[in-house]
C-alpha cells in the first residue's frame, strides 16, 4: 500500500475508533453509587400553567405536600416568557421553594440551533443566556436546552452539527461564568440517538455542558441500551411513563429502568413527568407512586 494510502486508511480507522468510542473526558465526574433525588417537570401541568388555572408557585406547593424534592420550573410558565421575570418574581419564587423545602432543580427554554440562519441562532443563543442568569438568580443547578426540531433539509448533518457545537459550546462557556450546567434534552428531533447525543457532548467539551436523559425520547432501537449509554453523562433526567423501541410506544418498566440506573451510578435529581389525557394532577400522583415503590423512594 503506498504510503499516502496507508496513512489515510489508518487516519479514517482512528477517526472511527474515536467516533464508536466511549469519550471518558466528556462523562461526568462523581461520586460512585447512586443517590436519587425526587423531581417533578412541571411540562406535567402544562395546560392548568398555560392558562392560569395553576401557577409555578402552586407546582411548588403540590410538590411540598407529596414529598418531591425539587421542581424543574420550565422557562414557559414564568410570567412574560420569552423575556425574562422581574427579579421579584425569580427571588419570591426561589424564596417559596426553600421555606417549603423544595429546589427548584432546574428550569428549561425551548431554543432552535439546527437551522441555518446565523442570526436566528444567534437569537436563541442570546435566549438561553437570558435564562441562565435567570437559573443563577434562582439557585437552579442546570438549564435544560435542545437541539433542534428537525434535521435542516437544505444542508447536511455534518454541517448542522458544527453550528450546533458552536452554539452550545458558548452556551457553556456562559454558564459556567454563571455557575450554571447547560444541558441538551434529546428529543427525538435533531439528536435522535444515545450516540448523536454523546457526539455532541463530547465535542462540545466541557463540563458544564451534559444530558438532561428524556427516557421517552429513544425510540431507534432497544431504550434500555440506549439509555444506558447515557447515563455516564446525564446531570438530570425526565423519566416519562412511555419509551420507544424501534419507533413504537410501550409502557415504561420502571424496574428494568432502576436497575440501569443501579448498574451505571447517578447521583442527583430524576424529575418525572405524567402527560396524556386526564387530571394531572392525579396523573402525576399516580406515576409519583410507581415511581417510589420502584426504585425505594
Given at each position: 500500500?503506498?504510503?499516502?494510502?496507508?496513512?489515510?486508511?489508518?487516519?479514517?480507522?482512528?477517526?472511527?475508533?474515536?467516533?464508536?468510542?466511549?469519550p471518558?473526558?466528556a462523562k461526568?465526574?462523581?461520586?460512585?453509587?447512586v443517590?436519587?433525588?425526587?423531581?417533578?417537570?412541571?411540562?406535567?401541568?402544562?395546560?392548568?400553567?398555560?392558562?392560569?388555572?395553576?401557577t409555578?408557585?402552586?407546582?411548588?406547593?403540590?410538590?411540598?405536600?407529596?414529598?418531591?424534592?425539587?421542581?424543574?420550573?420550565?422557562?414557559?410558565?414564568?410570567?412574560?416568557?420569552?423575556?425574562?421575570?422581574?427579579?421579584?418574581?425569580?427571588?419570591?419564587?426561589?424564596?417559596?421553594?426553600?421555606?417549603?423545602?423544595?429546589?427548584?432543580?432546574?428550569?428549561?427554554?425551548?431554543?432552535?440551533?439546527?437551522?441555518?440562519?446565523?442570526?436566528?441562532?444567534a437569537?436563541?443563543?442570546?435566549?438561553?443566556?437570558?435564562?441562565?442568569?435567570?437559573?443563577?438568580?434562582?439557585?437552579?443547578?442546570?438549564?435544560?436546552?435542545?437541539?433542534?426540531?428537525?434535521?435542516p433539509?437544505?444542508?447536511?448533518?455534518?454541517?448542522?452539527?458544527?453550528?450546533m457545537?458552536?452554539?452550545?459550546?458558548?452556551?457553556?462557556?456562559?454558564?459556567?461564568?454563571?455557575?450554571?450546567?447547560?444541558?441538551?434534552?434529546?428529543?427525538?428531533?435533531?439528536?435522535?440517538?444515545?450516540?448523536?447525543?454523546?457526539?455532541?457532548?463530547?465535542?462540545?467539551?466541557s463540563?458544564?455542558?451534559?444530558?438532561?436523559?428524556?427516557?421517552?425520547?429513544?425510540?431507534?432501537?432497544?431504550?434500555?441500551?440506549?439509555?444506558?449509554?447515557?447515563?455516564?453523562?446525564?446531570?438530570?433526567?425526565?423519566?416519562?411513563?412511555?419509551?420507544?423501541?424501534?419507533?413504537?410506544?410501550?409502557?415504561?418498566?420502571?424496574?428494568?429502568?432502576?436497575?440501569?440506573?443501579?448498574?451505571?451510578?447517578?447521583?442527583?435529581?430524576?424529575?418525572?413527568?405524567?402527560?396524556?389525557?386526564?387530571?394531572?394532577?392525579?396523573?402525576?400522583?399516580?406515576?409519583?407512586?410507581?415511581?417510589?415503590?420502584?426504585?425505594?423512594?
Open positions: 500500500m503506498p504510503s499516502s494510502s496507508r496513512r489515510s486508511f489508518f487516519a479514517h480507522s482512528a477517526a472511527l475508533a474515536a467516533a464508536t468510542a466511549f471518558a473526558e461526568v465526574n462523581r461520586a460512585a453509587g443517590k436519587l433525588k425526587l423531581g417533578l417537570n412541571a411540562y406535567s401541568f402544562d395546560k392548568p400553567l398555560r392558562d392560569g388555572r395553576m409555578l408557585h402552586d407546582a411548588i406547593q403540590f410538590c411540598a405536600k407529596h414529598g418531591v424534592d425539587g421542581l424543574d420550573a420550565t422557562g414557559y410558565y414564568f410570567p412574560g416568557y420569552p423575556n425574562v421575570p422581574s427579579d421579584e418574581y425569580i427571588y419570591n419564587l426561589k424564596r417559596a421553594g426553600f421555606v417549603n423545602g423544595v429546589a427548584i432543580s432546574g428550569t428549561g427554554v425551548r431554543n432552535e440551533f439546527a437551522v441555518a440562519d446565523r442570526a436566528a441562532r437569537k436563541d443563543v442570546q435566549l438561553v443566556k437570558d435564562w441562565i442568569v435567570v437559573a443563577s438568580k434562582l439557585g437552579a443547578p442546570v438549564i435544560r436546552v435542545f437541539s433542534g426540531r428537525t434535521r433539509k437544505d444542508h447536511s448533518f455534518e454541517n448542522a452539527f458544527r453550528w457545537v458552536a452554539d452550545m459550546k458558548e452556551c457553556a462557556a456562559f454558564g459556567k461564568q454563571h455557575g450554571v450546567v447547560v444541558a441538551v434534552q434529546q428529543h427525538d428531533d435533531f439528536l435522535k440517538t444515545a450516540d448523536e447525543t454523546i457526539r455532541l457532548i463530547d465535542s462540545v467539551g463540563e458544564w455542558f451534559g444530558c438532561i436523559l428524556d427516557i421517552g425520547s429513544l425510540r431507534q432501537s432497544d431504550p434500555y441500551t440506549e439509555i444506558e449509554k447515557l447515563v455516564p453523562f446525564a446531570v438530570s433526567w425526565q423519566i416519562k411513563e412511555k419509551v420507544g423501541r424501534n419507533g413504537v410506544e410501550e409502557a415504561v418498566d420502571l424496574a428494568k429502568l432502576k436497575a440501569v440506573i443501579d448498574r451505571s451510578g447517578y447521583r442527583g435529581y430524576i424529575p418525572f413527568e405524567a402527560l396524556g389525557p386526564g387530571d394531572p394532577a392525579e396523573k402525576v400522583v399516580n406515576f409519583l407512586n410507581r415511581i417510589r415503590k420502584a426504585f425505594s423512594l
